[in-house]
């Protein structure tokens, strides 16, 4: 991998000069700004530095990174409490246990927020109609039942599994009310589902001393640049002090990707090859906020492995406050999924953090696995880009995609 910096005026005229230099499939690893030195540095212009990054060799699978617009959220918090107080007019108990801190909010905006999804739902509601014809059965068919169907077929279309899918139908019909229109059936399996998810939950700091972070998952989902990106938010942006550790010692090409990484951030890293040495950088890194830990990727069915991974998250207990993060990848087959959390719940609580939502067009496994395993989800990645191309876990974002909208 070649690692250089260029400087310029704009952040745009430096990334063309890493371009002319390293080629069109240069990779952005990190922007800062540059203080001018000099007795006259106040009356210049200031300059921005940019790392850029280029494997030598790439494979031929590799394909160009495409620029997309970062997703934004497709609904805030308030709009959140909307929908809870619209679903209350048919479950006014879900709504009262949910409020949050936003205050009140006007009932009407979860329809002018919901319009897109809304539109597309009408839409294909009104099909039928046009088609079916004058049988007497189908002229019986409600507009909710019809709704309830299309839900169905939507959410089994992005992969939420049929279980799933048939028990949020079911919560729906046992609150449903004759002659109800679909709008609120929308707006209540819209906040039930966003209920279902939970709140996002980010890292923070420990209440005292050092945090560990341990992301641990199986090979190739991206646990190294997601540690990368996680790291410049902290560092970068937040001002924190990490440190960064490796336990993958069977790949080379992964510990000296995470010692640029370690490099470009100019913090610590250090490879660790036992639990000794971990109790031992628990130590010396005692002062920092955070020491985050590359672990190994091992098949799940390995139990040798899984024994020795089992004993180096525990090597910390009791020494220092620490999370554990399992990285998946939204690509993997869900029974994949299943087997992979189920053997990592077998040795700690952790949080989820899914990768390559970019490389998918179903997001139905989060909610699955989200159920299965109950556990909270916290970042998502869609990208190569470090530090971009990652942020919290966005339910209402998903949510609209689960029902049929494009997650805008």
Same mark, same amino acid.
């Given at each position: ?6 400087? *310029? ?24 700004? =540059?203080?001018?030195? *000099? =007795? ?66 006007? $009932? ?24 079916? *014809? ?26 939420? $599994? ?61 646990? #190294? ?6 790291? $410049? ?44 040495? =971990? ?49 998946? $990848? ?31 067009? #179903? ?10 395993? *109950? ?5 998502? #990645? ?27």
């Amino acid at each position: 991998m070649i690692i250089k910096k260029f400087q *310029g005026k704009t952040e745009a005229e430096a990334v063309e000069s890493a371009k002319k230099e390293l080629g069109s499939n240069v990779v952005i690893m990190n922007v800062r700004n =540059m203080k001018r030195k *000099g =007795m006259f540095s106040f009356l210049k212009p200031q300059l921005i530095e940019v790392t850029a990054a280029l494997e030598e060799e790439p494979s031929q699978s590799a394909a160009p990174q495409k620029e997309e617009a970062r997703p934004q959220p497709f609904i805030d918090s308030i709009v959140h409490k909307a929908a809870m107080e619209t679903a209350a007019f048919v479950d006014g108990n879900i709504a009262r246990d949910q409020q949050t801190e936003n205050g009140r909010a006007d $009932s009407s905006a979860i329809e002018e927020k919901l319009d897109t999804l809304h539109t597309l739902l009408e839409q294909q509601l009104q099909k039928p109609d046009e088609m079916r *014809g004058d049988t007497p059965e189908e002229d019986k068919e409600s507009e909710v039942e019809r709704f309830m169907k299309l839900l169905y077929n939507t959410m089994l279309a992005n992969e939420v $599994s049929e279980q799933n899918a048939n028990q949020i139908i079911d919560e729906i019909e046992k609150i449903s009310k004759p002659n109800m229109p679909f709008d609120y059936a929308l707006a209540n399996i819209y906040q039930k589902m966003i209920l279902k998810f939970g709140k996002p939950v980010e890292i923070i700091p420990a209440e005292k001393g050092t945090k560990v972070i341990f992301f641990v998952g199986p090979t190739g989902v991206g646990k #190294t640049t997601t540690i990368a990106k996680i790291a $410049s938010k902290f560092s970068v942006e937040g001002g924190r002090k990490i440190a960064l550790l490796t336990a993958d010692t069977y790949r080379i090409a992964a510990a000296e990707q995470l010692r640029t990484y370690a490099n470009i951030l100019e913090v610590p890293f250090r490879v660790i090859y036992s639990t000794e040495e =971990m109790e031992q950088a628990l130590k010396d890194f005692r002062n920092f906020d955070f020491i985050m830990v590359d672990t190994a990727g091992h098949s799940h069915q390995n139990e040798a492995q899984g024994d020795a991974m089992n004993s180096f998250i525990h090597s910390v207990d009791g020494m220092a406050e620490k999370e554990v993060f399992l990285v998946l $990848s939204a690509t993997t087959k869900y029974r994949d999924l299943v087997s992979i959390a189920d053997v990592y719940s077998a040795m700690t609580d952790y949080k989820l953090i899914f990768t390559k939502l970019d490389e998918t067009t #179903t997001v139905g496994s989060l909610l699955n696995l989200k159920l299965h395993t *109950g556990a909270s989800l916290s970042y998502v #990645t869609y990208g190569q880009n470090v530090p971009d191309d990652i942020e919290i876990f966005n339910p209402q974002k998903t949510v609209k995609q689960l029902l049929g909208g494009k997650g805008n």
